[in-house]
Structures are given as structure tokens and as C-alpha cells.
């Protein structure tokens, strides 16, 4: 069994995603917020997103985390991204 970190986004409308590190980590912003995140807590407060934008957001992220997809695929997938 794995065991990949997971983190819990909570969104403005109370929305939560689970998402393992390694995807989660596609940001920047995600990446500083989680080495300064408290080790007790796994969930990330998203006062300024909500549920639906997190959809589209966690969808581009598991796009671009995919073994294998190569960067024509990648620059396929963003010029149709919506």
C-alpha cells in the first residue's frame, strides 16, 4: 500500500478535495503554504476559491503530474483547458 501525504483543501463554500503532495505541489503558492503548514492540521483553508474553480484547478494539476504525457499532449490540453 502507499503511503502518499495527502492535503485536504477546504473551500470558500466548504467544498473539501483530497489531493496526494505530489500533485497538490504543481503550485508554487500550495507548495510554500504546505512547508509552513502546521503538521497537525493536513487541511489548507481556500478563503478566495471555491468548490467549482478547485474542480478546474485540481483537474489542470493532475494533467500536467502524469507520467508519460508528453509536452505536445500538455500544450494540446492547455490551448483546449476551459
Known amino acids: 500500500m502507499s503511503s502518499k501525504k495527502l492535503i485536504t ?3 470558500s463554500n466548504g467544498e473539501e478535495f483530497k489531493l496526494t ?6 503550485s508554487e503558492v500550495i507548495k ?3 512547508q509552513y503548514m502546521d503538521c497537525t492540521s493536513n487541511v489548507l483553508p481556500l478563503s478566495n476559491v ?3 474553480t478547485m ?3 485540481i ?3 493532475k494533467k500536467h503530474s502524469e507520467e508519460g504525457v508528453t509536452e505536445d499532449q500538455l500544450k494540446s490540453f492547455d490551448q483546449d483547458f476551459r
Open 9 to 11: 483543501f477546504k473551500t
Open 50 to 52: 471555491d468548490g467549482k
Open 21 to 26: 503532495e505530489a500533485v497538490a505541489v504543481r
Open 55 to 57: 474542480t478546474k484547478v
Open 32 to 34: 510554500n503554504m504546505v
Open 59 to 61: 483537474q489542470y494539476w
